[in-house]
């Protein structure tokens, strides 16, 4: 049992539903992992990509981390059993060499690996992602029928800013999302009030409605945004600073009741451990963010889960990053909070599968084998035509 190829292709993504507003230039990795495994007289083939909303990791996939894939003796990638992939194992492979610390952003390369090969090994077992990872996890008991959800969108305009959010609301709510994030903090606090005043116009009022500042508030400009949100009772005030300005995350937490939400810029169990000690959070209300993808993949991720569990944080404080099928996936089999969706920004990679239905802000899981990804025409050409 083997890795027989692995092709990387950077790919440009944008923020809004209309690719033509410039978007800073954005990229993602897509992979294609071709296994000497064959179902249905075709090899299978794990479909992944990296992180929507950063940029590409191409040089680390195919300098260092596809060569040790594909390297790999004839069976030390499978399970004990040899009947399938070890995506654990595949994961120690890629790693082995790496030193501690110094993350980089080469805990996305690795975590987009890792997304193919737990598609791979699920497409092997000829079970839908959720069900084959909370087998593998011992947690097949506990997986729900479907996820809480909400949507994520909301990037500023450069034109025509308050009425073109107003209709990507519009449809996001019409597409049956009861809960949505928008943008603040490129624009001032007065613009931010108003996008926040349309926005919640759309959805059953600003308890709906999380903002997300990307990181972009320093000391006093973070405690003056959260005086001005305090009195709208938003759902979530996330990516308040710079995800390592753990003094100026404490002071707002400490001035601003309602919950906050970090962790969307922090990848390693490492810095999860600096979060629970000195961010300065309430893990009674506050929410955390990190994307799998973002953080080493599922294995990186479960580290980060004992390491704020062990902290005293539920489960539920769990709404990751990401906004597509593979979150969904692994929400579900880790009985985390919801998931972000992302249904009209960075196509054709967020949303769930063409038709997917979201009724009361609820997601139901896909069935077909692995992450589902050929349940998406206009990403599944992609792939195949990686492949
Ligand atoms: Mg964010």
Redesign the pocket.
């Known amino acids: 049992m083997r890795i027989v190829d692995i092709r990387e292709r950077s790919v440009a993504i944008s923020r809004y539903a209309d690719p033509a507003i410039p978007s800073g230039g954005l990229t993602t990795s897509m992979v294609t992992i071709v296994t000497d495994v064959v179902r249905e007289g075709r090899p299978v083939v794990g479909y992944g990509f990296g992180s929507i909303g950063r940029f590409a990791q191409g040089g680390l996939i195919r300098e260092r981390f596809a060569p040790r894939l594909l390297a790999a003796a004839d069976g030390a990638l499978a399970d004990a059993a040899g009947t399938n992939f070890d995506p654990f194992r595949a994961w120690s492979v890629m790693m082995a060499g790496e030193k501690p610390g110094g993350h980089g952003e080469r805990c996305v390369a690795v975590g987009t690996l890792d997304m193919a090969l737990w598609d791979a090994a699920a497409k092997i077992a000829g079970l839908p992602l959720h069900r084959f990872s909370a087998d593998r996890l011992g947690r097949g008991d506990s997986v729900p029928d479907r996820v809480q959800v909400y949507a994520g969108g909301g990037y500023l305009y450069p034109a025509d800013d308050l009425a073109r959010l107003a209709e990507e609301m519009r449809r996001l709510a019409d597409l049956g999302y009861t809960r949505a994030?928008i943008k603040i903090g490129a624009a001032g606090l007065v613009q931010d009030l108003r996008r926040i005043e349309t926005a919640a116009a759309q959805l059953a009022g600003p308890g709906n409605l999380a903002v997300?500042a990307?990181?972009v508030y320093e000391g006093p400009a973070a405690l003056a945004a959260a005086a001005a949100l305090a009195p709208l009772g938003l759902w979530w005030f996330?990516?308040v600073c710079d995800p390592h300005d753990f003094p100026t995350q404490t002071a707002v937490a400490a001035a601003y009741p309602g919950p906050i939400?970090a962790g969307?810029a922090l990848f390693s169990a490492a810095e999860a451990r600096l979060l629970a000690l000195h961010g300065g959070l309430r893990p009674d209300r506050d929410i955390l963010?990190f994307d799998p993808v973002h953080c080493y993949g599922l294995p990186g991720t479960l580290r980060i889960i004992e390491v704020m569990t062990a902290a005293g944080w539920p489960r539920q404080a769990f709404w990751p990053?990401g906004g597509h099928l593979f979150t969904l996936h692994v929400v579900a089999a880790l009985g985390l909070g919801g998931a972000e969706v992302n249904p009209l920004s960075f196509q054709p990679f967020g949303g769930f599968e063409d038709g997917a239905i979201v009724s009361d802000g609820f997601a139901s899981l896909p069935q077909r084998p692995g992450i589902g990804f050929e349940g998406r025409a206009e990403l599944h050409r992609l792939f195949r035509d990686l492949a």
């Open positions: 994030k997300d990307m990181n996330e990516d939400a969307e963010l990053h």
